[in-house]
């Protein structure tokens, strides 16, 4: 059964530690910029948000056919919990390295990587827009970590391929709504939303497509609790330069890498994104990109870095890889378990330096 917001709205959140904020092209959290005053081969790291795209922290597959292809080695069973354990698990090993945030999805990603198909049914939805406890409830355990951490969330709301088991338009907007109040009676301010992973890829619904999708990004700043709102946006496919009307109504700006092989092509995409009409000082935020190379001297994360733009990790397990790859297929090893992860977080710590995590607390 799905649930709806009075049932979270009778208890008072407790007080969060951790608030982002934007100023002008800078992300800030608890009032001071990231990683402030630092600078890393003479560019600015200031005010950036550095991420990783962990969207599976909440899966789960409710579909009986598909659900066994996600069997953990050991055990050869799937747990839904003990996926959402192991990532809690691991966040304070990302936060020592420099990690600063990470988007996290109620519609996931593929766990293949990239698939044509998705017979999977991973979502925190069902099909009227209610959301469901089960899901809800991993979520509120990582959003909870990331707090006490310093860590901020991009929570992603639809994912292409899911997004068509809603039944109509009113229930994708019912979903927006109840995912809103969710956040906002949970009194969450270290949240980032994206609305939907790449807008432009083969969504069902027409106000998810990006025409209209800037109509639930309003939606979202329209909500309001104690004086507070979420900041939003929405992502593109690889190569993609958001369009006018998501430039006027975003408070910062998603970009995919994917596709993109040659890193100045992704300085450039900065660089026509600043082009756009509406656009004004806001964050430019890449929180997709499956190119690595961090032993080269130029990379995607280098020059996203050269031109002011925070960069965002995709990895997936490629085929006949082993558990260890990959952070979006399922099943997930959430720690630092393979040369590629290692490698980016090893350009992350020497980029940003490293961070010290806030409390151990659990």
Known sequence: MGCSLPALSAQKPPKRKTTVTIVGEQFYINGQPTFKGRTWNGHKLEGLLPNSRMVQGIFDDYNPETNAKWAYPDTKQWSADRNTDEFIAAMPVWKQHGLLAFT??????????????????????????????????????????????????????????????????????????????????????????????????????????????????????????????????????????PKENVVREADFLLLHGNGVKEPEKIADMVKQTRQVAGYRPMPIVFNEDDHFDFDQPVNNFQAATSVYASWGYFDYRMKDEGFDEGYQSIPVNWQISSARKKGFFDKLKEITGGLPLVTEKR
């Open 104 to 241: 996290i999805n109620l519609q996931g990603g593929s766990p293949e990587g990239y698939s044509k198909d998705q017979p999977w049914e991973n979502s925190a939805f069902n099909a009227d827009g209610s959301w469901r406890p089960d899901f809800m409830n991993r979520l509120r355990r990582i959003l909870n970590r990331a707090d006490e951490l310093g860590m901020v969330a991009i929570v992603g709301y639809f994912y292409f391929g899911q997004d068509e088991r809603f039944t109509n338009e009113a229930a994708v907007i019912r979903a927006v709504d109840n995912a809103t109040d969710w956040l906002l009676d949970g009194g969450y301010r270290n949240v980032l939303v994206e609305i939907n992973n790449e807008c432009n890829v083969r969504y069902d619904h027409d106000i998810l497509k990006p025409e209209r999708v800037h109509e639930l990004i309003r939606r979202v700043k329209n909500k309001k609790k104690n004086g507070y709102r979420l900041l939003v946006s929405t992502s593109y496919g690889g190569g993609t330069i």
